[in-house]
């Protein structure tokens, strides 16, 4: 059983940072995306950036330039590092993995989601 665990959400001012974290638990054989996605109430989940396997990367054009993703494949963890806050952020964030827990599987995980709430 895999299971997706995420951490680091809070209150942050605008112009604040933040580093959200996701682990991966479970059988894992290989890991192949990991996203970070996001949602406020009423609207569509939305990819707030993409790492693959190879480590290159995709970011939703509201948050170039601000957000930096990163994974540390012998720890089953992605990282989404956010800088320059907007109020506009505010959302629950969910991170997003297509794994495979044996080597002729392949299935995605979500996790439980954190609150991202910028503030003054």
């Known amino acids: 059983q895999v299971q997706l665990l995420e951490s680091g959400g809070g209150l942050v001012q605008p112009g604040g940072s933040l580093r959200l974290t996701c682990t991966a638990s479970?059988?894992?054989?290989?890991?192949?995306?990991m996203d970070w996605y996001r949602q406020a109430p009423g609207k569509e989940r939305e990819l707030v950036a993409r790492?693959?396997?190879?480590?290159?990367?995709n970011y939703a054009d509201s948050v170039k330039g601000r957000f930096t993703i990163s994974r540390d494949n012998a720890k089953n963890t992605v990282y989404l590092q956010m800088n320059n806050l907007k109020p506009e952020d505010t959302d629950v964030y969910y991170c997003?993995?297509?794994?495979?827990?044996?080597?002729?599987?392949?299935?995605?995980?979500w996790g439980q989601g954190t609150q991202v709430t910028v503030s003054a």
């Open positions: 997003h993995f297509v794994l495979a827990p044996t080597r002729m599987t392949r299935n995605d995980y």
């Open positions: 790492i693959f396997e190879t480590g290159s990367t």
């Open positions: 479970g059988n894992i054989f290989r890991i192949y995306t």
